[in-house]
T-cell receptor
Framework: LAKTTQPISMDSYEGQEVNITCSHN???????ITWYQQFPSQGPRFIIQ???TKVTNEVASLFIPADRKSSTLSLPRVSLSDTAVYYC?????????????FGQGTTLQVKP | KAGVTQTPRYLIKTRGQQVTLSCSPI?????VSWYQQTPGQGLQFLFE???????NKGNFPGRFSGRQFSNSRSEMNVSTLELGDSALYLC????????????FGEGSRLTVL
């Protein structure tokens, strides 16, 4: 069963690039890595998903090395509104069955 | 398109009581999963339902149960409430089971006194 580990907190300044790493040593062959963002009093919101190598969308990039034992969420040029908790999720891809394991979450504080 | 709706948003119960929480998924989504969120434990997976069948269950005691109806709406029930059950209970819906994009509701905040 995959167990995920993330840093508890990170600080950054507006305009900087932020990289948050999640460790998942026991990831299964059919597991995907997904990242979510959560603001206070709201449910988590999907950011990005990947299986291997690099995935990029309009808000973030996800880097997954060949061994898939970790993944890094990259947020380019953060702003104050990016202050939130970021979770990585490891679990079977869409259409498959398996437990959905969230990391403990990383609280990102963006300072002006 | 309406999002995921969870009811009630807030509730207070006492130890020993039971509680039922409801989740209405996004129209067309057939999978619903439930999570318990606490400051100390983060987001913990409770169970996942797809087409009225429980596909997976997390490591929670049998006091936690759920079901899904033919219209994909889901309920979870916690019996014999304990103080440690105080948490935010989140449900998420998706088109398929697994970790395709999950759409979360705002949660039901349960306080057990």
């Amino acid at each position: 069963l995959a167990k995920t580990t993330q840093p508890i907190s990170m600080d950054s300044y507006e305009g900087q690039e932020v990289n948050i790493t999640c460790s998942h040593n026991n990831i299964a062959t059919n597991d995907y890595i997904t990242w979510y963002q959560q603001f206070p009093s709201q449910g988590p919101r999907f950011i990005i998903q990947g299986y291997k190598t690099k995935v990029t969308n309009e808000v973030a990039s996800l880097f997954i090395p060949a061994d898939r034992k970790s993944s890094t969420l990259s947020l380019p040029r953060v702003s104050l509104s990016d202050t939130a908790v970021y979770y990585c999720l490891v679990g079977p891809g869409s259409g498959n069955t398996g437990k959905l394991i969230f990391g403990q979450g990383t609280t990102l504080q963006v300072k002006p | 398109k309406a999002g995921v709706t969870q009811t009630p948003r807030y509730l207070i119960k006492t130890r020993g009581q039971q509680v039922t929480l409801s989740c209405s998924p996004i129209s067309g989504h057939r999978s619903v999963s439930w999570y318990q969120q606490t400051p100390g434990q983060g987001l913990q997976f409770l169970f996942e339902y797809f087409s009225e069948t429980q596909r997976n269950k997390g490591n929670f005691p049998g006091r936690f149960s759920g079901r899904q109806f033919s219209n994909s709406r889901s309920e979870m029930n916690v019996s014999t409430l304990e103080l440690g059950d105080s948490a935010l209970y989140l449900c998420a819906s998706s088109i398929q089971a697994g970790t395709g994009e999950l759409f979360f509701g705002e949660g039901s905040r349960l306080t057990v006194l």
